[in-house]
T-cell receptor
Framework: AQSVTQLDSQVPVFEEAPVELRCNYS??????LFWYVQYPNQGLQLLLK??????LVESINGFEAEFNKSQTSFHLRKPSVHISDTAEYFC?????????????FGKGTRLHILP | DAGITQSPRHKVTETGTPVTLRCHQT?????MYWYRQDPGHGLRLIHY???????DKGEVSDGYSVSRSKTEDFLLTLESATSSQTSVYFC???????????FGQGTRLTVV
């Protein structure tokens, strides 16, 4: 069964500094990977996804993530964060292929932007 | 936004009472999920459905049951609510396996 580990529960970073949120997964088969964002008091929104093809995927607001099969990782990065990026970020994995497939989430990483 | 409606949005109930949360979708997606969100635990899968009357357990299914008699509705029932089931519950839908899920706005349940 698949699982997801987000290594940092909280990440403080100064505004305009770069950030990396780490995600590692465990699966015995091919995977599909996702990053979701949850702004305060809101639901979850898809930030970006890796389904196939290029291992580097980007979002419309400057985030990117790279699928690394050998390291079983899907880390999220942004070269310069803004105060509006304050949120909780969740990594998720799906194995696909089977009728009873499910999507499993990590415990989340709370991103704190410092002024 | 995907057409997902959760009801109620907020509920306070007493220990030992039954509670049913409803998730309604207008997207005709095959897959539906119930998660609970708790501080320090992220989102944990309770139950999910991969078709009408096809459901399966997730990682925290004890104390919960589900039903899906129509494509558009997925019900989560707490047969006898306990304080440990105080949480925010999210419904999600996806069109097929191996693609992203879309989330509802959540239901905040408090068991006193």
């Amino acid at each position: 069964a698949q699982s997801v580990t987000q290594l940092d529960s909280q990440v403080p970073v100064f505004e305009e500094a770069p950030v990396e949120l780490r995600c590692n997964y465990s699966s015995s088969v091919s995977v599909y990977l996702f990053w979701y964002v949850q702004y305060p008091n809101q639901g979850l929104q898809l930030l970006l996804k890796y389904l196939s093809g290029s291992t580097l995927v980007e979002s419309i607001n400057g985030f990117e993530a790279e699928f690394n099969k050998s390291q079983t990782s899907f880390h999220l990065r942004k070269p310069s964060v803004h105060i509006s990026d304050t949120a909780e970020y969740f990594c998720a994995v799906s194995e696909g292929g089977n009728r009873d497939d499910k999507i499993i989430f990590g415990k989340g990483t709370r991103l704190h932007i410092l002024p | 936004d995907a057409g997902i409606t959760q009801s109620p949005r907020h509920k306070v109930t007493e220990t030992g009472t039954p509670v049913t949360l409803r998730c309604h979708q207008t997207e005709n997606h095959r897959y539906m999920y119930w998660y609970r969100q708790d501080p320090g635990h992220g989102l944990r899968l309770i139950h999910y459905s991969y078709g009408v009357k096809d459901t399966d357990k997730g990682e925290v299914s004890d104390g919960y049951s589900v039903s899906r008699s129509k494509t558009e509705d997925f019900l989560l029932t707490l047969e006898s609510a306990t304080s440990s089931q105080t949480s925010v519950y999210f419904c999600a839908i996806s069109e097929q396996t191996g693609v992203e899920a879309f989330f509802g706005q959540g239901t905040r349940l408090t068991v006193v």
